[in-house]
């Protein structure tokens, strides 16, 4: 069979209205959207569901995306006679926003989709990665890590680039281990997310440790806000105190940590490193009413630690399947944020391996139709003799579901070196490798800002590491400058 005929197999997806696509917050909804008229492929989307407000703000890793999709794309070797791009939607973080996007992007009959990546907050992935597998479409999760979408049975077609939030109680274990802490007070957002890590943590904390939580709820009369004026948010002896909690809670707690001083050097308060850049700043946060000014907060998170589950990134010299060394990625990131005004995100390097995956899954399909004159899977219902000409055609003479199988097979047996390591999936379809990274804020005193400073990483067999010389002295000092001697900043 000649390449020509492969082509034919998913002509439905001959659709150029990506010309003239449609604006999402700053963005057209198609990438790429000024496609040259000689350039005849025919398009295959994966509807992209970012978050643009709401609890978690993932749409600045439109940066890493938009790399990626361009080296696919100029890659003659991979998806032959086909051009990947991106239907962007908000989630809003928003359950029924999630759901109704992913119907619209579905139903659409002008812009068939072949795949879902997102979305970042567990409310608007949860619920779409249950309702994505009943129309066959394998989703990738860049950065969620809630421990309830390791249930296969519930989230059949879904993976996830980082690894499950319920390895972090290992990180608190290590850390009460070197600095001899003997109390953790948690306080928390009510949510699978962090309370499975609550549940974790008491159970793994060395003997002797006290562990006690107090879990905050979304409606009265326990939300953080009737807490905070109630005076009850820090009610506790405990000087290791746990923020498990999504941003907009944190910045009220961080305030509040401030007015009741529970920071260094008599306190410790143990974030998420996840938030957004300079998200401590009241000017970024317009809309929470906080009561503390931006040096306030400042004050309140100095010498705070911020852990999270990271991938393992490689040596960052060695080229990976994109082309690109990690260090070469970083730079190309660095020119793209800057052309589209956007700021570092973290995630950023799993969302462009979220559509390198993709790309490899779909081409392997290609490939299989190209090679084979049809498929027998006794295995699974939805796959019966195929011939290759009829695969994808505009008038459904054979199911799509087909294919859509056999896309979810080959990201489920996916294995490659990307930008943030090793990527493979486990049997739940979540990421294998991973480690814990730990955070401080420090003040940088060349910037004459706070900033967050790689400290360590804790290995997944609970070995601490810390970088360039760092010791119990250096992360926190015996004789930590008083509150009047930190002026000097500002």
């Given at each position: ?19 003239a ?30 978050s ?5 703000v ?31 939607t ?14 619209d ?27 994505s ?55 928390a ?25 107090y ?33 907009p ?5 961080v ?6 001083k529970k ?8 974030l ?27 004050v ?8 999270a589950l ?11 399947v ?7 990625y ?7 944020a800057?052309k589209?005004?956007?700021?570092p ?7 462009f ?25 006794a295995?699974?219902?939805?796959f ?15 199911s ?11 990201m489920?047996?996916t ?5 943030t ?9 979540i ?9 401080q ?50």
């Amino acid at each position: 069979m000649s390449l020509s005929d492969v082509v034919t197999f998913l002509a439905i997806f001959v659709f150029f209205s990506g010309h003239a696509s449609k604006q999402v917050g700053d963005f057209d909804s198609i990438y790429p959207s000024n496609v040259s008229l000689s350039d005849t492929r025919s398009p295959l989307t994966i509807a992209l569901m970012m978050s643009f407000s709401g609890d978690y703000v993932t749409y600045n890793s439109l940066s890493g995306i938009q790399i990626a999709l361009d080296l696919i794309n100029e890659n003659s070797s991979l998806l032959p006679g086909y051009r990947l791009q991106y239907k962007l939607t908000d989630s809003q973080c928003n359950e029924t926003t999630a759901l109704t996007m992913l119907f619209d992007a579905y139903l659409s009959p002008r812009l068939p989709i072949v795949g879902l990546v997102g979305s970042g907050c567990e409310a608007a992935t949860i619920p779409t990665a249950k309702i994505s597998q009943f129309y066959g479409l394998t989703q990738v999760s860049s950065d969620s890590s809630t421990p309830e979408l390791e249930d296969r049975n519930a989230y059949k077609m879904f993976f996830q680039m980082l690894p499950n939030e319920a390895l972090l109680p290992s990180v608190f274990k290590v850390l009460f281990n070197k600095f001899g802490w003997k109390k953790l007070y948690t306080i928390a957002e009510d949510s699978k997310l962090f309370t499975a890590v609550m549940d974790g943590t008491k159970k793994v904390l060395p003997p002797g440790i006290t562990s006690s939580v107090y879990s905050t709820i979304q409606s009265s009369p326990n939300s953080l806000d009737s807490l905070i004026s109630q005076g009850m948010l820090f009610n506790t002896d405990s000087r290791i105190i746990e923020l498990a909690m999504y941003q907009p809670d944190a910045l009220k707690a961080v305030c509040q940590a401030y007015h009741q001083k529970k920071y260094a050097p008599q306190y410790v308060l143990i974030l998420r490193d996840w938030y957004g850049p300079q998200w401590w700043d009241p000017a970024n946060a317009k809309g929470y009413n906080l009561s503390c000014t931006r040096e306030q907060m400042e004050v309140a998170l100095y010498g705070a630690l911020a852990v999270a589950l990271n991938t393992e990134i490689l040596n960052s010299d060695e080229i990976t399947v994109s082309g690109l060394s990690f260090n070469q990625y970083k730079e190309e990131y660095g020119k793209r944020a800057a052309k589209l005004g956007l700021d570092p995100n973290r995630d950023d390097p799993n969302y462009f391996d979220s559509f390198w995956a993709f790309a490899l899954a779909i081409n392997k399909t290609l490939q299989d139709l190209h090679r084979n004159q049809f498929f027998i899977n006794a295995t699974s219902n939805s796959f019966r003799n195929v011939a290759p000409p009829l695969f994808f055609t505009a008038n459904n003479t054979v199911s799509n579901d087909v294919i859509m199988e056999q896309i979810f097979q080959h990201m489920s047996n996916t294995s490659f070196t990307g930008i943030t390591g090793d990527i493979s999936f486990n049997q739940n379809g979540i990421r294998r490798s991973y480690v814990i990274d730990i955070e401080q804020y420090r003040f940088n005193t060349t910037s004459n800002t706070l900033e967050l400073e790689y400290i360590g990483q804790v290995l997944p067999n609970e070995t601490l590491i810390l970088f360039n010389g760092e010791n119990t002295t250096s992360i926190f000092p015996c004789k930590w400058s008083t509150i009047s001697q930190w002026s000097f900043w500002y």
